[in-house]
């Protein structure tokens, strides 16, 4: 899941996600929602799956989208970011 979301984001990969309908709170649906909003990913709903094959084609097809979906997935990737909550903890505990 997130872990996934974030290393794709990391490589500045496009992607076409499947968020599972059942999933707690909705939290793969949120998080698929949110790479398509900035342009890193394409959402497809399960039940839409038969449109799997053309949308994989359309991007494959489309050399131009793609490098604008890894430009947005590189831009919103944060490597460092278990680096920066650690020294926000260790911040808040030396305080």
Do not use: W
Not at 30 to 41: F, K, P, T, V
Request: charged residues 15%; negative net charge.
């Amino acid at each position: 899941g997130g872990l996934v979301l974030s290393e794709l984001l990391s490589f500045g990969i496009p992607a076409v996600l499947v968020p599972l309908p059942h999933a707690a709170d909705g939290h793969q649906d949120a998080n698929a929602q949110y790479l398509a909003s900035i342009g890193a990913a394409t959402v497809l709903n399960q039940n839409r799956l038969s449109g799997l094959t053309a949308v994989v084609k359309s991007l494959m097809d489309d050399e131009r989208r793609r490098l604008t979906m890894q430009a947005a997935a590189l831009a919103a990737a944060r490597p460092d970011a278990a680096v920066t909550v650690a020294n926000e903890v260790l911040q808040c505990l030396a305080a």
